[in-house]
């Protein structure tokens, strides 16, 4: 089965700085899909950023972007000019691509973090 | 479109009671998911569904039922509540399975078990 290892339970940052979130994961697939959403106080999953194995280049969605290393199995996500919005817990996730069967996304314990003005 | 939706919000229930969690989605998605969120241990999958009349368990189904009878609901039933499955609940729904499919969550159930 796979498994999303999130190392950093909580981190913080200042406003205006960058943070990066560090995620790992265990399969033996080789097509599969990672991702990174966030849960702000309001409890509601937010989806932040996606990326497929299969493409090597890393996703970017304005001020978030990844750094994909498929052979270490890592999967960081960088926060650019970090807001106080931003304050949240950030959980990554990993699914399998259709053609290795039918499940759902598996979730990291998540990393709490906190932007501080 | 209401997108997905759950109630109760908030739900006490006593040791032994069931009650069942319900969970709607007005997008006409195959995939509906249940997980529970404790804290520290990130959100755990309970049961999902790939359409109607199919379902699967997840990674920690003891003690919860499900069943699909319609695209649109996925009710997740606890048979005798224990202080063990007081959590946040969410449901979550997609279309199809793969990138571009992005799952959609619930506002989330409170259940406390007493």
């Known amino acids: 089965a796979q498994t999303v290892t999130q190392s950093q339970p909580e981190m913080s940052v200042q406003e205006a700085e960058t943070v990066t979130l560090s995620c790992t994961y265990d399969?033996?697939?080789?097509?599969?899909?990672l991702f990174w959403y966030k849960q702000p106080p309001s409890r509601q999953m937010i989806l932040v950023i996606r990326?497929?194995?299969?493409?090597?280049q890393n996703a970017t969605e304005n001020r978030f972007s990844v750094n994909f290393q498929k052979a270490a199995k890592s999967f960081s996500l960088k926060i650019s000019d970090s807001q106080l919005g931003d304050t949240a817990m950030y959980f990554c996730?990993?699914?399998?691509?259709?053609?290795?069967?039918?499940?759902?996304?598996?979730f990291g314990k998540g990393t709490r973090l906190s932007v501080i003005a | 479109n209401a997108g997905v939706t759950q109630t109760p919000k908030f739900q006490v229930l006593k040791t032994g009671q069931s009650m069942t969690l319900q969970c709607a989605q007005d997008?006409?998605?195959?995939?509906m998911s249940w997980y529970r969120q404790d804290p520290g241990m990130g959100l755990r999958l309970i049961h999902y569904?790939?359409?109607?009349?199919?379902?699967d368990q997840g990674e920690v189904p003891n003690g919860y039922n499900v069943s699909r009878s319609t695209t649109e609901d996925f009710p997740l039933r606890l048979l005798s509540a224990a202080p063990s499955q007081t959590s946040v609940y969410f449901c979550?729904?997609?279309?199809?399975?793969?990138?571009?499919?992005?799952?959609?969550f619930g506002p989330g159930t409170r259940l406390t078990v007493t």
């Open positions: 990326q497929e194995a299969y493409k090597q």
């Open positions: 979550a729904s997609s279309r199809g399975q793969g990138l571009e499919y992005e799952q959609y």
């Open positions: 997008m006409n998605h195959e995939y």
């Open positions: 569904s790939v359409g109607a009349g199919i379902t």
């Open positions: 996730a990993f699914m399998n691509s259709p053609n290795s069967g039918n499940t759902p996304l598996v």
């Open positions: 399969t033996s697939e080789s097509n599969y899909y």
